[in-house]
């Protein structure tokens, strides 16, 4: 059991150190308190639920029923020859990781005002350690889509492998996003109105439910830039459905964008966040 308290593990400093491998560094020497935070997060999120972390798993596979029925039997949607409800959580396991850690994320920094105002830490903590909880959902959820697999006798290999450089791209991508938009919504929280209804719809635009395949191959590596979502969940399907490598020019395309992305959400982060203690 973890026993340390938020005060043991805060590191004072006058101000946060700028650029990114600086700001990298300082919440590094406070990853104590991320830790911390980010297990509070867990044990707060299930406390008093009869099902506990088995929510994690039932949200994507209730999803992938009603995908399945829905777009796989009445629109009757190309699912590149695998069957439906592996073709559709293949995209749901790194959609909802990165919908339920944007969406925590940006609430954390509004939510930790009685923090902010009682002690230093850099405060991109706040929003990093409550994507460890989209975190443990997403381990879970990788469990059943394992189980998903072998009852439909899909079959995998060592593109795998693949995976991980996806998923750094995916947590690039969301960081740089939950940084800046956790920042607006410190300052306007009209942003937790329009959050929900903007993945939504983003949702919808990202090759969830439907294939990669459906979008002009001319056009594939301009959308990839423009929803980094579509290039890491095509590579998913890449990896593990087509046991083939990622398309490169649609990972590097995405990658330009969540680097893009990362860097500009610190900034802004690192800007105004010495701010947050006199607007929360």
Known sequence: ?????LSEVVIRAEDPPPGLLAGLREILAHRELLWVLGIREVR????QSLLGVAWAAIQPLTMMFIFTVVFGRFARLPS???PYPVFSYAALLPWNFFSSAVSSAIAS?????ALIKKVYFPRAVLPLSS????AVDFLVSAGVFGLLLAYYKVSVGWHLVY?????????AFMVGISLLLGAFNAYYRDVRYVLPIALQVWLYATPVVWSMTLV?????????????????IEGWRAAVLRGSAPDGALVAA???TAGVVLLTGYHYFHYVERNFADVI
């Open 1 to 5: 059991m973890i026993r340390t308290s």
């Open 44 to 47: 707060v999120r299930y406390k």
């Open 80 to 82: 590149e020859g695998v």
């Open 109 to 113: 920094v509004a939510g930790g005002g």
């Open 131 to 134: 994507m460890l909880t989209s």
């Open 163 to 171: 995976l991980a450089p996806l998923l750094l791209l995916q947590v």
């Open 216 to 232: 002009p191959a001319q056009y594939r590596t301009l959308y990839a830039a423009l929803n980094p979502m579509a290039a890491v």
């Open 254 to 256: 995405a990658a330009a």
